[in-house]
């Protein structure tokens, strides 16, 4: 599926999903070396504003408006994070819980539960709870917001899984998701891991690029 898909592309999609990853490529290269610098911000957007020029070609509708918005809130939340990501942690944390919710309706649109999918979806929530647990303990002002981003990102995961379209590239996007969320929680509140913002955002930047290909590959179909 996806290398039909990879195939079948234009030459414009061609050059925008190597930007895509050059940019990424070169911002997790650069990110142990001399970051920060001054155009750190302006690099680490221009992967998702690759995607955004995708989107706006390759979906219509309110699936194009939804996804447009869960993009741009998620590039307001790398802005934030890569401009002082002690000081602006909470609201880089609102920005993304807010394109996951925009990713949830997305998702949500062709919901349809299937038995068979069952055991991925306990896999998730048990996965869920246990990090839930971990995480139980840390500084008062920071439990609430986390564990309902934690529930959140849960709830997207989950509604990758019930989608009518079921798309694995879509899913595993969702799921890689939540692994570099739960990076950045274990680095912050439980243990330091090292070079954890190159594994976080590293892990981020492939699942934005797999749960849009995933809808574009979804709409092909249609």
């Known amino acids: 599926m996806l290398a039909n898909y990879i195939k079948g592309l234009s030459v414009k999609a061609r050059v925008l999903y190597l930007v895509y990853f050059l940019a990424a490529g070169l911002f997790l290269l650069l990110l142990p070396l001399i970051h920060p610098y001054s155009l750190s911000p302006l690099l680490k957007i221009i992967p998702l504003s690759c995607l955004l020029i995708l989107v706006a070609g390759g979906i219509k509708g309110r699936q194009r408006i939804l996804l447009v918005i869960a993009l741009l809130f998620c590039m307001a939340g790398d802005v934030l994070l890569d401009l002082d990501r002690s000081a602006n942690f909470k609201p880089a944390l609102v920005a993304f819980l ?12 062709e919901r349809q539960f299937e038995k068979k999918r069952a055991m ?4 998730v929530i048990v996965y869920t709870v246990v990090v839930g647990f971990f995480l139980k303990d840390i500084p008062a002002q ?16 989950l509604s990758a899984l019930m989608m009518k379209n079921f ?15 739960t990076i950045i929680a274990i680095n912050k509140f439980l243990v330091p891991i090292p070079n954890s913002t190159v594994f976080n955002i590293g892990f981020y930047f492939v699942a ?3 749960i849009v290909s995933g809808l574009l590959i979804n709409e092909e179909k249609v």
Request: with cysteine; charged share 0%.
């Open 142 to 157: 920071f439990l609430p917001p986390i564990m309902v981003y934690l529930a959140v990102i849960s709830i997207m995961v």
């Open 167 to 181: 798309s694995w590239v879509i899913c595993a996007g969702s799921m890689i998701f939540m692994i570099s969320d």
């Open 120 to 123: 991925y979806l306990v896999s």
């Open 208 to 210: 934005q690029v797999l």
């Open 98 to 109: 807010l394109g996951h919710v925009f990713y949830i309706i997305i998702f949500q649109l």
